[in-house]
């Protein structure tokens, strides 16, 4: 069905177009911002180098042509002479490539900061893209989408300032040249090779983007086939998949590879296509000038000047279509970036927000609801309260809706209904950072920076000094253990964390919360991935560090949270039951059931 496939391709190129302006108008306040004085300045003086470039670069030919006339004997001597026209000539190609040079180094400040600010703007926005977003994207095509369009950024202020202006201006001084100098016969065969030149150059290299954005399709997919694959090596190594991941990222390459042929071939048609109306109007013109040599109206000079002329067109109009391509794709790529820029963030402070002001650390939940799915609730009117410096644990069997809580207290999400608070100020009024601060947070599965055991506590708190990280290191039993190492704190822990044992991953990540010294305190399964040995000792530093804080753990083996303060039992997302461990097994409810479940399987297991 043809039609809808050209529709369907006119519609993307129009798109494609509609998003180019827009990105290039996104850019434009990048090169001239309102507020930089400096930045404006240091564009005028670029430009102001390229159109002296360019005059002198027009004006070179003339020069070269009174040489060869002056050695041929078809004008007078002048003062110069041929060796002074000859020197002079070599001056002004030297002055071209001076001023150009100049051009470049005035410029690169001005690329390099947009580039800069592009690139954080880019990097912080992502960061405050919600949880939801980051779980649905992979690792491996943002970072593709980021480090293309970078590079598209650079490639666009370059080329489009210092390729396709400078190019336009040189036709328009070439073309007066040969108008004034000869007659409007050979200004009229250039406009239209330059015209067929352009026009064919368009329409191929239309043509090759669809083949390059099919091309980039595929190299994306074959990226992240291959990242997910190294982040997921154990997994790999467990199943025997070596063979299975190497099938799938070649099948991924495979479909690259037919891409990028389809794209090299493309290539070749477009230069052949390129240098035969090139050469067709550079041997028109040169027949001509030859004809009017021999008919006496032009000088061998004329001549040598029109081939000059030809050749300095010739030679800017044999990149256009590799810069015209470049560009388009730079558009695409900086489009998508921009369209990464663009993405809402789905949590996001009230204006004018205060920040949060611990006093006690009661946390409250109200009647909350809340759904990943609008269609799938998980959370059905949860109620709870936990006192200041109380230990609450959060039980219940996987899918109750125990780690949901966890994350909306943290307001990864915002609630669907009802209202979290803690000391009175509920979430959605206060600034994400002071609630991120208040709050100490240990997952069940501690994620490591590929740095050292020194960094990683560090990461607690920015500036902590030697003796900070050391007291935090001790206080989560982890000190003798880093002191027994060769390289003590300076060892690297691997790819997050690969190096240490889960148990030390996880006082590792205890340590880093303690150096935080975050007045709450949230415990996402922290023990539930160790061995009963290693989690006995972690759990002596877990109550080290709950002390004096309001700790919230969500717990998946009940022997650890026995001695909590209060249980919450959940299921189905709605509380069914709470209070303390003896009450509920007293009551002979859900609690109770699970208790006697964990229990059996323990003495099974011994």
């Known amino acids: 069905m043809p039609p809808d496939t050209d529709r369907s391709d006119a519609e993307i190129a129009a798109a494609e177009r509609r998003s180019g302006w827009r990105t290039i108008r996104k850019v434009i306040p990048y090169l001239w911002p309102e507020d930089k004085t400096w930045v404006k300045r240091r564009v005028v003086i670029a430009l102001s180098f390229l159109v002296l470039a360019k005059l002198i670069s027009v004006?070179?030919?003339i020069l070269y042509k009174t040489a060869v006339d002056t050695l041929s004997g078809e004008v007078s001597e002048l003062m110069l002479g041929a060796v002074g026209l000859t020197v002079a000539y070599g001056m002004a190609r030297l002055m071209t490539v001076g001023f150009q040079q100049l051009r470049d180094a005035v410029f690169a400040k001005v690329g390099q900061r947009a580039l800069r600010q592009l690139a954080l703007e880019t990097f912080t926005h992502i960061h405050r893209l919600s949880l939801r977003y980051h779980i649905t994207r992979k690792t491996g095509g943002l970072s593709r989408i980021i480090e293309r369009g970078v590079k598209g950024v650079e490639f666009l202020l370059r080329f489009m300032l210092f390729s396709v202006g400078p190019l336009v201006l040189e036709l328009l001084l070439v073309a007066g040249v040969l108008f004034f100098l000869f007659d409007v016969w050979y200004l009229a065969v250039v406009v239209l090779v330059i015209a067929l030149y352009v026009w064919f150059?368009?329409?191929?290299?239309?043509?090759?983007?669809?083949?390059?954005?099919?091309?980039?399709?595929?190299?994306?997919?074959?990226?992240?086939?291959?990242?997910?694959?190294?982040?997921?090596?154990?997994?790999?190594?467990?199943?025997?998949?070596?063979?299975?991941e190497a099938a799938r990222y070649d099948q991924a390459m495979k479909g690259y590879e037919s891409a990028a042929i389809r794209t090299a071939t493309s290539l070749a048609f477009l230069n052949f296509g390129q240098s035969f109306l090139i050469t067709s109007g550079l041997v028109a013109v040169m027949v001509m000038a030859a004809l009017g040599v021999q008919a006496g109206d032009l000088t061998v000079g004329d001549f040598v000047m029109v081939n000059a002329y030809m050749i300095q067109i010739t030679m800017p109009l044999n990149f256009l279509g590799t810069v015209y391509r470049e560009i388009r794709q730079s558009l695409v790529d900086m489009g998508e970036m921009f369209?990464?820029?663009?993405q809402p963030q789905e949590v996001q402070d009230k204006p004018g927000a205060p920040d949060l002001a611990v006093s006690g650390g009661v946390v409250s939940f109200d009647d909350v609801q809340f759904g990943y799915d609008p269609e799938r609730p998980i959370l059905k009117g949860v109620s709870l309260s936990v006192g200041a410096g109380q230990t609450v644990a959060l039980v219940g069997p996987s899918g109750s809706g125990k780690s949901t809580i966890g994350r909306l207290l943290f307001r990864f999400y915002d609630v669907g209904g009802g209202a979290i608070r803690i000391d009175g100020q509920d979430l959605r009024d206060v600034t994400q950072v002071s609630l991120h601060s208040a709050i100490g947070v240990?997952?069940?599965?501690?994620?490591l920076f590929?740095?050292?055991?020194?960094?990683?506590?560090?990461?607690?708190?920015?500036?902590?000094?030697?003796?900070?990280?050391?007291?935090?290191?001790?206080?989560?039993?982890i000190h003798d253990f880093i002191a027994s190492l060769p390289e003590g704190y300076d060892t690297a822990v691997g790819e997050r964390g690969l190096k240490l044992s889960g148990g030390e991953k996880q006082r590792v990540g205890i340590a880093r919360t303690l150096l935080k010294n975050p007045p709450l305190l949230l415990l996402d399964e922290a023990t539930s991935a160790l061995d009963t040995e290693t989690e006995a000792s972690i759990q002596e530093a877990l109550r080290?560090?709950?002390?004096?804080?309001?700790v919230i753990t969500i717990a998946h083996r009940l022997s650890t949270i026995a001695d909590a303060d209060r249980i919450v039992v959940l299921q189905d997302g709605a509380v069914i039951e709470e209070g303390d461990?003896?009450?509920?097994?007293?009551?002979q409810g859900r609690y109770a059931a699970l208790w006697a479940r964990q229990r059996a399987e323990d003495e099974e297991a011994a």
């Open 339 to 342: 369209g990464l820029l663009e």
């Open 442 to 447: 240990v997952p069940q599965d501690t994620v």
């Open 59 to 61: 004006g070179t030919p």
């Open 450 to 477: 590929n740095d050292t055991i020194r960094y990683n506590i560090a990461y607690g708190r920015d500036g902590a000094s030697e003796e900070e990280i050391i007291e935090a290191a001790k206080a989560a039993q």
């Open 581 to 587: 461990h003896e009450t509920l097994l007293a009551r």
């Open 201 to 244: 150059t368009f329409k191929v290299t239309e043509w090759r983007v669809k083949l390059r954005r099919k091309m980039n399709e595929q190299d994306t997919e074959a990226n992240q086939k291959a990242i997910d694959s190294l982040l997921n090596f154990e997994t790999v190594k467990y199943f025997g998949a070596e063979a299975r």
């Open 544 to 550: 080290r560090a709950g002390e004096g804080r309001t």
